[in-house]
């Protein structure tokens, strides 16, 4: 099973999400530390990212969903993810 903690930034999806996966024992994944580096910078700047920034970060963890899913192991990701098109993404769908 893969869970994906999502919400705002700031809203604790990582403290939580990194707690329940040591606590079930299964591997954790900090969502931000799948974008690029140009989506870094602009985020670092306040430039807001566009739906064009989102989708390779988007692909990269439906990458790790897909991944798990597939060897049946277990994992915990955070996301944003506030868009349902981006959660659908996340999924395969």
Known sequence: TVWIFMGVCGCGKSTVG???????GCKFFEGDEFHSK????????????????????????AEVVA??????ES?????????????????GG
């Open 18 to 24: 990194s707690a329940f996966a040591e606590t079930i």
């Open 38 to 61: 140009e989506n870094i910078d602009k985020m670092q700047n306040g430039v807001p990212l566009t739906d064009e920034d989102r989708w390779p970060w988007l692909d990269s963890i």
């Open 67 to 72: 991944d798990h899913s597939t060897r049946m």
């Open 75 to 91: 994992a915990v990701i955070t996301c944003s993810a506030l868009k349902r098109i981006y959660r659908e993404r996340l999924v």
